[in-house]
């Protein structure tokens, strides 16, 4: 049984960076697809990052270019860049896995992470 553990939130200043971590052995999965949401308190969650098993990824237009979803070699850990922070970016963000999917665009995101608080201040 997969399980998600995020971690690498925290407080920082604007225009900083910070790295999210998701723990995530997907090793023995031959499709899947893993992804980063976030929520702020009182909006509606978000889908910011995906990947999938073939390593295409994809992002919301708020993130793309400062945001970078990647996995390390051993598909164990899921990793979310983000650079040039801003106070909008300021959420819980947890990751999500579709172990099955061949494409993130119609994944049935059912397993979840905990979540990590990330806060940015201007």
């Known amino acids: 049984q997969v399980q998600l553990v995020e971690s690498g939130g925290g407080s920082v200043q604007a225009g900083g960076s910070l790295r999210l971590s998701c723990a995530a052995s997907?090793?023995?999965?031959?499709?899947?697809?893993l992804a980063w949401f976030r929520q702020a308190p009182g909006k509606k969650r978000e889908r910011v990052a995906t990947?999938?098993?073939?390593?295409?990824?994809s992002y919301a237009d708020s993130v793309r270019g400062r945001f970078t979803i990647s996995q390390d070699n051993a598909k164990t850990t899921l990793y979310l860049q983000m650079n040039t922070l801003k106070p909008e970016d300021t959420a819980m963000y947890y990751c999500a896995a579709d172990l099955g999917a061949r494409w993130c665009f119609n994944a049935d995101f059912r397993l979840w992470g905990q979540g990590t608080q990330v806060t940015v201040s201007s």
């Open positions: 990947i999938n098993s073939g390593g295409g990824t």
């Open positions: 997907v090793f023995s999965y031959r499709s899947y697809c």
